[in-house]
């Protein structure tokens, strides 16, 4: 029964709208000025914990909520990002719809929700920056899943329609992946997740591409 009821309350709150709820309205509650919100899945939820000063030191917010996919992202994108009136919006997704958590979904798919993103930020004056997905050869919670070279193909397709759409894009990848297609040792835990190494990596070139909007 614990499970059935677990299983229930997911299914009621799929996005997951209530994670930021009351740290949304503590935002809006005090009138901070928001200059960038980081909306993603874990590798962004956790960025935070490895990194506090880099959000609180430059009025940045993070908004990632770990094991999510993009569909989940669009549908609360509006409440954790729009609703706060960023300066910009950071978004790193694809990895778990690659690994397929909320289902099957092809790259199409994944690609149509990061446009759906972008024309709502654009719509309401937010400016948009789309990330590469980070480099992974193997999901320890999918080991079915061979990820390298649709990672590689996503990546290759956000590059072009950021250059396409004249958005900011940041270039992870290239940064962070050894000569397998996979995650750099140094900078991971578990060859998805980076460790601090990794987030330094990550806030070096965030903060630049940032800087420069």
Known sequence: MLLISAIKVSAQDWPNLKRYQAANKKVLDSAQVVNAVYMGDSIT??????????????????RGISGQTSPQMQLRFRQDVIALKPKVVVLLCGTNDIAGNTGPSTLEMVEDNIQSMTELAQANHIKMVLCSVLP??????????????????????????????????????????????????????????????????????????????
């Open 45 to 62: 939820d956790f960025w935070i914990m490895q990194w506090p000063d880099f959000f609180a030191q430059n009025g940045y917010i993070d």
């Open 136 to 213: 992974a050869i193997k999901f320890g919670w999918k080991p079915a899943v061979q990820p390298a070279d649709s990672i590689i193909a996503l990546n290759a397709w956000i590059k072009a329609y950021a250059k396409r759409k004249h958005l900011t894009y940041i270039d992870y990848y290239s940064s962070l992946v050894d000569d397998q297609k996979g995650f750099k040792k140094d900078y991971a835990i578990d060859g998805v997740h980076p460790n601090k190494k990794g987030y330094a990596v990550m806030d070096s070139l965030a903060k630049a591409a940032l800087g420069k909007l």
